[in-house]
């Protein structure tokens, strides 16, 4: 499939999809409120994916940025596109985008019970590096910590 991919995406209406897109991708959503907020942060990358044939958002990605590194905050793809690549294909992009932006290290943590996400970020080259404990829904799911090397992409 073919992919277009938009970095610093501060559009009011992809505000609104990425507040509904939330809503069908976690047990815990960011509000509008606070994705409003994630926004308006300087500090904070938002990388969209679309099909190139559509004009809705298939995905999208929250990465904050503390050169020289990068903590991605969230990711996540509309239910329907999930398993036909635009994860990985959003993931990459962002990846090679951040090596752009010269940063080294990206962190991230995710729940030790998503499968999907922890396919997608081995796949990608993450190396797990730490748990925490009881971290997601209250004390019943640990969160794992991965990092990826930026410079590993050459």
Known sequence: MDYVFSHSCRNPDHL??????????FSSPWSRESLEAEFRNPLNLVTIIRLSSATA???????????????????????EARGAGAGSALLKALLQHLAT??????????SAKNRSALSLYRKAG?????????????????????????????
Request: no cysteine.
């Open 16 to 25: 609104t999809e990425i507040a509904h897109l939330e809503e069908h991708s």
């Open 57 to 79: 958002i298939t995905g999208y990605s929250l990465t904050r940025l503390l050169p020289p590194e990068a903590e991605l905050l969230r990711i996540a793809i509309q239910p």
């Open 126 to 154: 993450f190396v797990l590096t730490g748990q925490r404990s009881g971290y997601y829904d209250n004390g019943s799911s640990d969160a794992l910590t991965f990092t990826f090397t930026v410079d590993s992409l050459q």
């Open 101 to 110: 932006l010269k940063m080294t290290k990206v962190y991230l943590e995710v």
